[in-house]
């Protein structure tokens, strides 16, 4: 079984994709992580992440790069919304996942294009969304958690600013898949989210 759940920044798609996965014993990719990966290994090589042939060129990147808590940062999300753009920095991750969904016994992928592009065959996709504000708030709590003092304006126009970017790129845009499952988690508790995400693949299957 494959399981696609997409979605904008802070949505609560991570935290439904890794809960799904772990309910129905699946292995979980964060794709987004490959994307910040090149943008963490753009940075460390001083390259330019607007530059296609730069970003393409940081898409050899380390596999133990995947396991720095650096990746997590919002400046490294804000390169990895750069880098995405590049349709060859797509095409250059795009067997990984493509290798990673079709696995035998299936898995659970989050990101933005995998209902869409990665998966179109997914058994199961969700496209998780929330409104700005409110994925804006998640985001400014758990980054003063991490012990930065950044304001809650600047994350939410940093949000809206890879909102934009994410869904105006023409390769593989942000947009929920024809046949995805809309799961708004705006107004709902964690447990309630992963409730109704649970209800919502098992009614697809
Ligand atoms: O999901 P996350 O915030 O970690 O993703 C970081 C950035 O990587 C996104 O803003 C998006 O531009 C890009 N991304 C993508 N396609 C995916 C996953 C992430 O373009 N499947």
Redesign the pocket.
Known sequence: MIIAVDGP?ASGKGTIARALASHYRLPYLD???L??AVAANVARHDLDPAIEADAVAACDFDEALLDDPALRDDET?KR??IV?AHPLVRAALFHRQRRFANQPGGAVLD????GTVIAPEADAKLFVKATPTIRARRRHSELRERGSNVSMDKVLADIRA?DLR?SMRSSAPLVAANDAALLDTSFLSIEAALKRAIELVERQV
């Open positions: 920044a794709t987004g992580l994307y910040r999300g990895a919304s995405s990101g933005r294009d995998i890879r994410d």
